[in-house]
């Protein structure tokens, strides 16, 4: 992305107060990380059953959505002048547990010595899979 780390963050939030959260509360504030050994900035949130799916990144059209409740993490960093994305989702009930293993397995990746591209379609069930391989 072109946009800064802030930018790219406060894109999103900047639609809160038309977002129907109940019975949700609202995204968390925006706070500090580390990942692959580089500032990133991120907020928590969780999206409602009754709701549309939440654009994060785009618009038409999206090329970042969270599902019906479900609670994420969208971080953001800059790596060699652009804007990483990094979006952890899974359902709202099981969120809790898998955040703590979900961001130290994002937390220790590192950045290659030149670009490579990765797609996770669905990042909840691979890093459940890794998850289940480092045991």
């Known amino acids: 992305m072109t946009l800064s780390p802030a930018e790219t963050i406060a894109r999103p939030r900047s639609r809160i107060p038309n977002w129907n959260l109940d019975p949700y509360e609202l995204p968390g504030p925006v706070k500090e990380w580390t990942v692959a050994g580089r500032q990133a900035l991120y907020f928590n ?3 409602p059953t009754g709701s549309p799916e939440w654009t994060l990144v785009g618009i038409n059209p999206p090329e970042l959505e969270v599902v019906r409740d ?3 993490r969208m971080s953001a960093l800059p790596v060699r002048g652009k804007t990483v994305v990094i979006v952890i989702q899974g359902p709202s009930a099981e969120f809790a547990q898998f955040l703590p293993t ?3 397995l994002v937390a220790i990746t590192r950045v290659p010595a030149r670009p490579v591209p990765v797609i996770w379609n669905d ?3 691979v ?3 890794l998850v289940e391989r480092m045991r």
């Open 45 to 47: 949130a969780t999206t």
């Open 70 to 72: 479900h609670s994420f």
């Open 102 to 104: 979900a961001t130290r």
């Open 123 to 125: 990042g909840f069930a």
């Open 127 to 129: 890093l459940e899979s």
